[in-house]
């Protein structure tokens, strides 16, 4: 659905662990796999990059679950990947309510980046990764990446959110950063599993139309999940015109799920809804679509399916 997006990456030379004094503005932090959002997954069949499968065939609604959730890990793993190297460096200062990582470049990189950690309240922290031009000073510092968590343990905070702007890191370092566009992203966890939302605003490559989006993930420590995103941008045919879609997918421990999508407007023509579920081999056992102009297609036994109703 989106293309690959490249995203800020620090390599720094010596990264270690951060010393024990700095351990509990470290533990404020959110990672990658604090944001990861997981799709149904495990042995079956080999992926397909369509959606015209036939009974039996790679389910073409679990692919474009598959590759939503994998679009979005990159979009937003990114940034976690540097704000986690920034932190692994020694803190250049630490007090009692604020740490301090930075500034570091790489030799053959144009900025500068320094991490900086703020103790709000007891387990509550708001930290920041900012971003100058190597050839600037202590006043050209801008926010990449900011935002505030909640519940600060060995795991990781149980929530919070934060902003990236893919915009700066764009303008100060077009090679390393090729995305531009705003994000969004928030998250809650616990013993039942966790919750994560991302908004992209439009984020998108100098040659790509931009893409706004809106998707929610609800990860169960078993496996099973449920996915509903919104999202604007070149779903259909040439970038030229743009479509409107939603999707609303879930699945269980096994990994069989049902899909359920609309898109709108661009090179959809009428529009048009479909259903789909699949097996815990990610085989299509049902489909039916219904096409703007009142059409409508079925295959196979809607009984199969693992869920009765949509998730929306």
Same mark, same amino acid.
């Given at each position: 659905m989106w293309k690959r997006l490249g995203l800020p990456m620090l390599v720094c030379a010596g990264c270690g662990a951060g010393s024990g004094s700095a351990e509990s503005f470290l533990t404020a932090l959110p990672s990658r796999q604090t944001l990861e959002v997981s799709g149904p997954s495990g042995g079956g069949a080999a992926l397909r990059g369509d959606s015209l499968a036939l009974l039996g065939e790679t389910a073409g609604l679990y692919v474009l679950t598959r590759q939503t959730t994998a679009q979005v890990n990159a979009i937003v793993g990114g940034p976690l990947d540097a704000l986690s190297a920034i932190a692994r460096t020694p803190p250049a200062a630490v007090g009692p309510d604020s740490a301090a990582w930075g500034p570091l470049t790489d030799a053959l990189s144009p900025v500068v980046w320094r991490l900086l950690v703020n103790r709000l309240g007891p387990a509550e922290h708001a930290f920041r990764l900012d971003v100058r031009p190597k050839s600037g000073g202590e006043a050209d510092f801008q926010p990449f990446l900011q935002g505030v968590s909640q519940g600060a343990a060995p795991g990781g905070p149980s929530q919070g959110t934060f902003s990236v702007d893919l915009g700066l890191a764009h303008r100060l370092d077009p090679v390393a950063n090729p995305a531009e566009g705003q994000v969004v992203a928030a998250w809650r966890s616990g013993s039942a599993g966790r919750e994560v939302h991302v908004h992209l605003d439009g984020v998108h490559e100098p040659s790509d139309p931009a893409t706004t989006a809106d998707l929610g993930a609800a990860l169960s420590p078993d496996g099973s999940g449920a996915l509903a995103f919104d999202v604007e941008g070149? !779903?259909? @045919?040439?970038?030229?015109?743009? #479509?409107?879609?939603? +999707? &609303? $997918?879930? /699945?269980?421990?096994? &990994?069989?799920?049902?899909? =359920?999508? #609309? +898109?709108?407007? @661009? =090179? $959809?023509?009428?529009? @048009? !809804?479909?259903? #789909?579920? /699949? =097996?815990? $081999? %990610?085989?299509? +056992? %049902? %489909?039916?679509?219904?096409?703007?102009?009142g059409s409508v297609a079925t295959e196979g036994d809607a009984s199969a399916c693992v869920f009765a109703e949509p998730l929306r």
């Open positions: 070149n !779903l259909l @045919g040439g970038a030229a015109a743009l #479509e409107t879609g939603q +999707v &609303g $997918s879930r /699945w269980n421990a096994a &990994g069989a799920g049902r899909a =359920d999508a #609309e +898109v709108h407007g @661009g =090179d $959809s023509g009428p529009g @048009g !809804l479909l259903t #789909e579920c /699949w =097996d815990a $081999s %990610f085989a299509r +056992v %049902f %489909f039916r679509g219904m096409g703007g102009d």
